[in-house]
């Protein structure tokens, strides 16, 4: 199916485990983000990617890793999950994020979400 | 830094009554403002954005936004309201410079309850 998929949707783990969320983009979209969703903070960026082996740090990056070793694939892993990562995970991707000649080009498209519980 | 504010958790309206959703923002420079909305379980879905032009954008299932730049704000608004517009409705903004990463910025989103 066309689109953005996330799995899985729910995860339930312990304190220490690693974790990979996964992400995945039918559209090409050269751009892949990383938030995480809290009461009281919005959506916060944790990684993107600009392209495949392109990726940088967001806004909350601590205790997250990411590769994009694939267009179309942007895995989020927690090293060794810690309670405070306990949240809601959103993908999404983009196709640019040029200036005005580009306006589709930033809308941003999101996955359904990964629920993540760290015990 | 950019910055934006949704200052009411929640707003109430009834079924058919006209609705606003208020959002500020902080930016350097010109700003590309965008609202998105979020169903129960689900992610979030483009309604509308504004880049450049017509102060007054058009979006998705008949809501509009104004942009206003001496009040620095970004309302979202909607003459008629339906039931199923209850959600969760998130403003974002990032600055609208042509080179170079510019991240979105969200605010912290304002639930819309419609009662029948």
């Known amino acids: 199916d066309a689109g953005i998929t996330q799995s899985p949707r729910y995860k339930i783990t312990e304190t220490g485990r690693q974790v990979t969320l996964m992400c995945h983009q039918t559209w090409s979209h050269s751009y892949m983000f990383w938030y995480r969703q809290d009461l009281g903070h919005g959506l916060r960026l944790i990684y993107y990617s600009a392209a495949a082996d392109i990726t940088d740090k967001g806004e909350v990056p601590d205790g997250y890793v990411v590769s994009r070793s694939k267009t179309e694939n942007f895995p989020l892993t927690l090293e060794s999950a810690t309670r405070s990562q306990t949240s809601v995970y959103f993908c999404?991707?983009?196709?640019?994020?040029?200036?005005?000649?580009?306006?589709?080009?930033?809308?941003?498209?999101f996955g359904a979400g990964t629920r993540l519980s760290v015990l | 830094a950019q910055s934006v504010a949704q200052p009411e958790d929640q707003v109430n309206v009834a079924e058919g009554n006209p609705l606003t959703v208020k959002c500020t923002y902080s930016?350097?420079?010109?700003?590309?403002l965008f609202w998105y909305v979020q169903y129960p379980n689900r992610g979030l879905q483009f309604l509308l954005k504004?880049?450049?032009?017509?102060?007054l954008v058009k979006g998705s299932y008949g809501f509009e936004a104004e942009f206003n730049k001496s009040q620095t704000s970004f309302h979202l608004k909607k003459p008629s309201a339906l039931v199923s517009d209850s959600a969760l409705y998130f403003c974002a903004v990032r600055r609208g410079r042509n080179t170079g990463f510019q991240k979105l910025v969200f605010g912290t989103g304002t639930r819309l309850l419609v009662s029948p």
């Open positions: 504004y880049i450049t032009g017509d102060n």
């Open positions: 930016v350097s420079g010109n700003p590309y």
């Open positions: 999404a991707s983009s196709e640019g994020l040029t200036g005005e000649g580009g306006l589709a080009k930033n809308i941003q498209y």
